[in-house]
Structures are given as C-alpha cells and as structure tokens.
T-cell receptor, first 114, second 114 residues
C-alpha cells in the first residue's frame, strides 16, 4: 500500500526566504506526482504535475523535482511571500492501471510572516 | 463552468438524517472523484467515476454511503442515517479521461452532523 509522507508538518518563515517542502512515497511505481495548495476553508488548487518520466517542473517561483527511484519529491518556493501561506499537499498516482486514485500526504502547513 | 462546482457549500444536519451532496465537474471531464477530509486530517479517497460507471468504490466507508453519476456530468454523493463521524469536508474533483491528467478540485461541501 502506497504511503506518502510530508516533512515538515508545519513551517514558519520570514518573508523573502527560499524554502523547500519535502514529500516521500513508499512505492516508486507511480504514474505522476502532483503538488496542491489548500487555503483554509477552501478546496485544493493544483500547482504542478510531474510525470514519472520527468525530473522537474517549474511555474513562476515554484519548482518541483522528482526522484522516483528514491521515492522523493521536493517543492521549492523562491522569495516567499505572505500570500504563499497555505497548506501544501503532495499526491501520487499509482502506475497500476487500477484507477485514478491519488494518495495524499498529510500536508505541510506554511506560514510566511511579513 | 470554469471550475468544479459543489453544493451545498455548507450543511448542518441532525444525526440520523440523510444528506445529498452535488458535484458539477468541469465540462468535458469524464473522470470524477470524491474525497473526504476530516478536520485536521489528510484526504481520504471515496470513489472514482469514469463516465457514468464507478470502477473503484473501494474508499466508501460504509453501506450508508453511495454515489451516482448521470450524463457523464453531475454526480451526487448520498449519506444515509448520518453519524457524527461523518462530519468532514467532502471534496469533488475532475480530470480529462485517463491517467496522468491534472486533477482539479472543487471548494468542497462542509458537512456538520449534530
């Protein structure tokens, strides 16, 4: 059974810092990995999707990397801003053609202080 | 519509009553998912639809939970004889057919059973 772990569970940084959020998964047979953002009382917003054949994806100040063999992904946020405060979730899609069930990590709760 | 739409956004119900939660996916998305997120916890997969059929119902927690989808569009999640442990936000998501596509979430239906 796939298990996804995110470290740290919570993070508080001053505005302007570069930071790294970590995601690890136990089964490397994945199809892709997605990073999401969840604001309090809101749904999830997709940030980046990395296919299993890719090493990284970039969108603005966000960069996500994937090392499938070691079961790890990182989300790098450059020059953090208070508006980046949210919970960040990573989720993996299995490569078993059994459906489309994403397995989510528990999230990292980020607070960027002005 | 532009995004995944869910209704009601908030629902307070008495224990033992039935509730229906509705999801309108993004137009053209044939895959539809329901997840549950209890307060302070991660996302739990409930059910996945491809078109109108549900190849994966493995996440439905009990026989009080059922879901259907019609016209490859709207889906309803029904919870019968609600219990307090059913209190959670119920998130619907959709994606284009097939694995590997970005999954888009609605803002959720917040259910409180009193």
């Amino acid at each position: 059974k796939q298990e996804v772990t995110q470290i740290p569970a919570a993070l508080s940084v001053p505005e302007g810092e570069n930071l790294v959020l970590n995601c690890s998964f136990t089964d490397s047979a994945i199809y892709n990995l997605q990073w999401f953002r969840q604001d309090p009382g809101k749904g999830l917003t997709s940030l980046l999707l990395i296919q299993s054949s890719q090493r990284e994806q970039t969108s603005g100040r966000l960069n996500a990397s994937l090392d499938k063999s070691s079961g790890r992904s990182t989300l790098y946020i450059a020059a953090s801003q208070p508006g980046d405060s949210a919970t960040y979730l990573c989720a993996v899609l299995p490569n078993n053609n059994a459906g489309n069930m994403l397995t989510f990590g528990g999230g990292t709760r980020l607070m960027v202080k002005p | 519509g532009a995004g995944v739409s869910q209704s009601p956004s908030n629902k307070v119900t008495e224990k033992g009553k039935d509730v229906e939660l509705r999801c309108d996916p993004i137009s053209g998305h044939t895959a539809l998912y329901w997840y549950r997120q209890r307060l302070g916890q991660g996302l739990e997969f409930l059910i996945y639809f491809q078109g109108n059929s549900a190849p994966d119902k493995s996440g439905l927690p009990s026989d009080r939970f059922s879901a259907e989808r019609t016209g490859e569009s709207v889906s309803t999640l029904t919870i019968q004889r609600t219990q307090q442990e059913d209190s959670a936000v119920y998130l619907c998501a959709s994606s284009l057919s097939g694995s590997g596509n970005t999954i888009y979430f609605g803002e959720g239906s917040w259910l409180t059973v009193v």
